[in-house]
């Protein structure tokens, strides 16, 4: 039917203009936060490419969602204004019956959102946290920059090495400056080697003096040694800590009845059904007003996806606090907006029916 074609082809094009501007706006946002994160000894600076990859696969279910309920918008939107929506209503056709041509252009959007929630989502969060955490877990030395003065995040040590090319646990001309209540003690050896002795990792200096001065009786002490050792990594008891929920497969949030699984699994499924929606809601907000050009409609359906999200995130926060329960949080809030975007498709279509009404009343207010 040339209907379903037109308005079919209008969607797509919208949606892949729209997904590329906002794809380029995120990336250049998550490029600046990624590289903060490296400048601030966060996450290793050769994995910046790939944390950015993660984060912004991890955004993409929130940006598909948002690119598709602008494309409804401003191409619906777009048809009201050169009153291509006035032939289509003149021909018998409600807005209801819009629907149809919508969900059969987004419907493998849809499983896309769907997949990324219940896979791609845990996964990319998994991978992201193992990156953070092996980068936080390598020592001192292995961190620091070859021939830069490097302080370490708690500020007690100041590195300065030179790594010896054929060994990436040995350094050469090693300067380690290190503060402990009042005391300052300035180490430095010709040659430096990490070792692992029982779960620790232990440097091993040689060639090399130790000096060291408490600021408050004022002494010095200077020794020279052949041979010397420093704990740069104590060795930790790992306890057994559950995952982070974020990290956990959708799988096993179904099993698990802890309120911050149950909060998890709320927003999840809860972002797919926000996507759903969103779509019914675009079509009953696109609706312009021919004798007043603006762009009030754009205002309106903006405010909405703002607050729609907000809530979702919202109700994730109320389920992980055991405020609420899993469904009458899930049921809740998008049986509510189902509801209104069904009502909102209703009320344009019957607009004409309830115009006397108004009119009347406005001109009895008068």
Known sequence: ????????????????????????IVLTMLLVRTLSLAASDLIEPRDVVLVLG????????????????????????????????????????????????????????LLVVAALLAFGWPWVNRQGTELRDRYTQRSDLSRITPGVFQTTPDGRRVFFVERDPGDELAARNVFVLSRKDETETVLSAFAGRIESRDGQRVLRLERGQRS????????????????????????????????????????ELLRDPAPAAQGELVWRIGLFATT????????????????????????????????????????????????????????????????????????????AVFAPWRRAAAGAGA
């Open 54 to 109: 993660y984060t912004t696969l991890g955004y993409s279910p929130i940006i598909i969602a948002v690119s598709m309920f602008a494309a409804i918008v401003v191409t619906l939107g777009r048809m009201y204004r050169d009153s291509e929506m006035v032939v289509w209503f003149a021909s018998g056709l409600p807005l209801a019956r819009f629907v149809r041509p919508v969900l059969r252009t987004f419907w493998p959007v």
């Open 276 to 351: 759903v929606n969103l779509a019914l809601l675009g079509i009953g907000l696109a609706h312009v007003n021919l004798r007043r050009p603006n762009n009030w409609n754009l205002v309106f359906a903006l405010l909405a996806g703002i607050v729609y999200f907000n809530l979702v995130n919202l109700t994730q926060t109320w389920v992980a606090g055991s405020r609420v329960g899993f469904w009458p949080a899930l049921a809740g809030l998008h049986l509510s907006a189902f509801g209104l975007a069904l009502l909102l498709m209703w009320w344009r279509d019957h607009a």
């Open 1 to 24: 039917m040339l209907f379903d074609a037109t308005l079919r082809r209008d969607l797509a094009r919208g949606f892949g203009a729209t997904l590329v501007v906002l794809l380029t």
């Open 212 to 251: 060291d001065h408490d600021a408050r009786t004022g002494q010095a002490t200077l020794a020279r040694f052949d041979d010397y050792e420093v704990l740069v990594q104590p060795g930790r008891i790992r306890r057994a800590q559950a995952p982070p929920p974020r990290t956990v497969p959708t799988a």
